[in-house]
């Protein structure tokens, strides 16, 4: 019975401050003088693929300079960084390992989709038989 009691008592506050906090008859109009502003926001240059994959390796380990501090130094020891697993070296280095297998596995994902395999014949070459073929070998 407390349970359904408790149950209903917070749902009934949870709409309670939802009708209140987001009224919309409360909203106010914007503004013509900040409609008419525009924002001219400068697009970010994608990450290359050695970029990218320097970034990711470095994630959870670190750098040599991280882990060189007192802080760094007591998390090495105790791995409080990360609470469940442990931010051990070990487990660092198989966190980052993931992440850098998920980014490798994509960009091959991606070349593969982008344009359609080409097939072209072999070039002719001397070597279409095998010496154990051979007459001479056999004696």
């Not at 990711?56 to 750098?63: I, Y």
């Not at 105790?78 to 070296?89: C, V």
Request: glycine share 4%; aromatic share 10%.
């Amino acid at each position: 019975m407390l349970s359904k009691l408790s149950r209903f008592v917070a749902i009934a506050t949870l709409t309670t401050l939802t009708c209140v906090i987001a009224n919309p008859t409360s909203a106010k109009p914007v503004s013509d003088s900040k409609a008419t502003e525009t924002e001219v926001i400068d697009p970010v240059p994608p990450l290359s693929m050695n970029v990218l994959v320097n970034q990711a390796f470095f994630t959870h380990s670190g750098t040599f300079f991280e882990d060189s501090s007192i802080a760094g130094q007591l998390n090495l020891i105790l791995g409080f960084r990360s609470f469940p697993m442990g931010s051990f070296p070990e487990n660092n280095v198989a966190s980052d390992a993931l992440l850098v297998n998920a980014i490798v596995v994509d960009y091959f994902r991606q070349l593969k989709e982008k344009d359609p395999t080409i097939r072209t014949y072999d070039l002719p070459n001397p070597f279409d038989t095998s010496l154990k073929e051979g007459l001479d070998y056999r004696r």
